[in-house]
């Protein structure tokens, strides 16, 4: 079994800033997506960024320019450094990897518990 869990959520004023974190624990070989949805209330999950570990990324439109993806390889975490926050960033933020147990496993996604992001207006 695999474990996601987020941490650095909270409040904040718009304009400020906020860095979430996930660490990625259990059977792991080997991730190759790691990244970062959302969820705010009424709405859908919605994509927020993805990188890949060989460092690739995509974000969506709504947060290019104003969020960071990366990731730690070797320590098996992601991180979300949003800039220039907006009361429309408010949102339940979820870690997702794509892991694979051993060698020749097939990748399996999995999702933390999430993390509560509120930005003030």
């Known amino acids: 079994q695999v474990q996601l869990v987020e941490s650095g959520g909270g409040l904040v004023q718009a304009g400020g800033s906020l860095r979430l974190s996930c660490a990625a624990s259990g059977s792991i070989f080997s991730i190759n997506v790691m990244g970062w949805y959302r969820q705010a209330p009424g709405k859908q999950r919605e994509l927020v960024a993805t990188?890949?570990?060989?460092?690739?990324?995509n974000y969506a439109d709504s947060v290019k320019g104003r969020f960071t993806i990366s990731r730690d390889n070797a320590m098996k975490m992601v991180y979300l450094q949003m800039n220039s926050l907006k009361s429309e960033d408010t949102a339940v933020y979820y870690c997702n990897a794509n892991t694979a147990r051993r060698r020749y496993s097939d990748y399996v996604q999995y999702w933390g518990q999430g993390t509560l992001v509120t930005v003030s207006s």
């Open positions: 990188i890949t570990n060989g460092g690739t990324t």
